[in-house]
């Protein structure tokens, strides 16, 4: 990494004129994702003596143990998959969501919706409670419920826990499942605790993407035995104790292959949430600092693992509207995207629903950019990365001026 002297003297700066150091480029491409894995010699024993034994499938010895390991981690009985779409499908299909309206933030990857869609309901969209916790409001919920709702899908934006309690007692009171699409939010804490145990069931991704990842996979949590046995059920094409199939299911089991690298990943990391959990709060720190940056917070109770850091763009404080800030960061090598744009309620998958307004959402869907964070990230990059942001803002006010 290159020496960073000069650029941390440019936050010394009062003026506004265009810095004259040169351009802060990382010297490794800083990719939004950089998933980290164990060393294939960690579990290459057992990896090898599954494959003389043939037991790679159908729930074999390490997916069983990953499994138990998984539950004790969370403290909540939890089943894995081979990704966590399918576990999304089954965690609604298991619940009794097969029909009607599911509410949902249109604020989310598209999986979200499309897992409803492909169990035979409808979402019904909910905008989001403001642009730093990015979270399902409550009160937008509360007013979309019909006598056709039968449930309400919970988003962990970036890896913050939704409020949990207040929708759960809106789902009580309204006599509603209450689910929440977990993606990537595994290893995230509300009160001390890891989520997990806060919905009828919760979904977690496990993609190479993920703070957590077993390359693919993804797990379903509950403490609903009832609604668990038939998750396992579902998982293995309906079949229960016997080749008889009580309903229709589907293959959603994991390969062995990946429960012995979730079981390795599981041994360091806390260090890992630990390590993202510093990066954003220098990062942060460093933004604070740079007008028309909003970057995203944890509201109180909650510790996320941060996936991404979500910043919000003001383009008339920072100089440059969204896409333009992203272009620009690419000259200095990093990487970010664009989550969640557009909002998944002006999809053309949804375009049944692209006259419902959701200010909130809007606003922050097209102004908004994640940027990378990393199990291993160093306050180097940290820092280089908001010395870009800082040099992009310091040449477009100086490109302004006549």
Request: aromatic fraction near 8%.
């Amino acid at each position: 990494m290159q020496d960073h002297i000069g650029i941390r003297r440019s936050f010394e700066r009062t003026d506004k004129a265009v810095p004259e150091f040169p351009v802060p480029r990382a010297q490794s491409r800083l990719n939004i994702v950089r998933p980290s894995f164990p060393k294939a010699e960690q579990f290459l024993a057992a990896f090898e003596a599954a494959l003389e034994t043939g037991q790679v499938a159908n729930n074999s010895r390490w997916v069983v143990e990953f499994e138990r390991r998984l539950s004790e981690y969370l403290g909540v009985p939890s089943l894995v998959f081979c990704n966590g779409q399918i576990g999304l499908m089954v965690m609604l299909r298991a619940a009794g969501v097969t029909s009607g309206e599911v509410i949902v933030p249109s604020f989310t990857f598209c999986a979200t919706p499309h897992a409803v869609e492909w169990v035979g309901a409808e979402p019904v969209f909910a905008d989001i409670l403001d642009d730093l916790t990015m979270r399902l409001d409550p009160r937008d919920v509360e007013r979309r419920i019909t006598d056709r709702t039968v449930a309400i899908l919970a988003v962990d934006a970036y890896g913050v826990a939704s409020d949990y309690a207040s929708l759960a007692d809106i789902a009580k009171r309204h006599k509603l499942k209450f689910l929440v699409d977990s993606a990537p939010s595994f290893g995230t804490r509300v009160d001390g605790q890891p989520v997990g145990r806060f919905a009828d069931a919760q979904m977690f991704s496990f993609h190479a993407t993920k703070t957590f990842s077993t390359m693919e996979g993804g797990c379903v949590s509950s403490h609903d035995p009832e609604l668990l046995a038939r998750v396992k059920a579902l998982r293995n094409f309906g079949q229960v104790d016997s080749f008889d199939c009580e309903e229709a299911g589907l293959n959603g089991k994991m390969l062995e292959i990946s429960a012995l690298i979730g079981i390795e990943q599981l041994k360091t990391f806390e260090l890992a949430v630990a390590t993202r959990r510093r990066a954003v709060e220098r990062m942060r720190h460093g933004l604070s600092q740079i007008p028309g940056l909003l970057a995203g917070r944890e509201p109180a109770g909650v510790e996320a693992n941060w996936l991404h850091l979500p910043v919000v763009v003001d383009a008339q404080k920072f100089g440059l509207d969204r896409d333009a800030l992203a272009s620009a960061l690419e000259k200095c090598n990093v990487f970010v995207r664009k989550y969640y744009s557009p909002p998944c309620h002006h999809m053309t998958a949804y375009r049944a629903q692209k006259d419902v307004k959701l200010d909130v959402t809007e606003r922050t869907s097209y102004n908004v950019i994640a940027l990378p964070v990393y199990n291993d990230m160093t306050d180097e990059e940290c820092d280089l990365i908001v010395a870009a942001l800082h040099y992009v803002h310091q040449s477009a006010l100086g490109a302004s001026k006549p």
